[in-house]
């Protein structure tokens, strides 16, 4: 089983979230609808935008990446998603060739 690493933005492109999941077209399914609680992180700041993922081959080192990209600073997590997507636009997982 996969785990993804991804990082979620707002309309605006001024907030970040970074996250895991073993199903990433589910959650951006729950985040995009709602379904997340608006007193959460994501709700509160509408984070439904895929703009960067990576796939890792266990659960152990998903959560190693999201910790130590959750310790970056923006400045470095903009440089990342810039690798893979430098026009920040959302992420559709049906059609991203990148």
Known sequence: MSFYVNIL??????VLY???TNNLER???????????????TGRYQCNLLV????????????????????WGRAKKDFLIN???????PIDLQ???G
């Not at 933005?9 to 001024?14: E, F, G, I, V, Y």
């Not at 690798?83 to 636009?89: D, R």
């Open 18 to 20: 970074t996250g895991i």
């Open 52 to 71: 960067y993922f990576e796939i890792s081959p266990d659960a152990k080192q998903a959560i190693a990446r999201e910790k130590q990209i959750k310790n």
């Open 83 to 89: 690798t893979m997507n430098p026009a920040w636009e």
């Open 95 to 97: 059609t991203w060739s």
């Open 9 to 14: 933005t707002n309309p605006a492109r001024t």
């Open 27 to 41: 959650r951006l399914h729950e985040h995009s609808t709602g379904l997340g609680e608006s007193g959460k992180f």
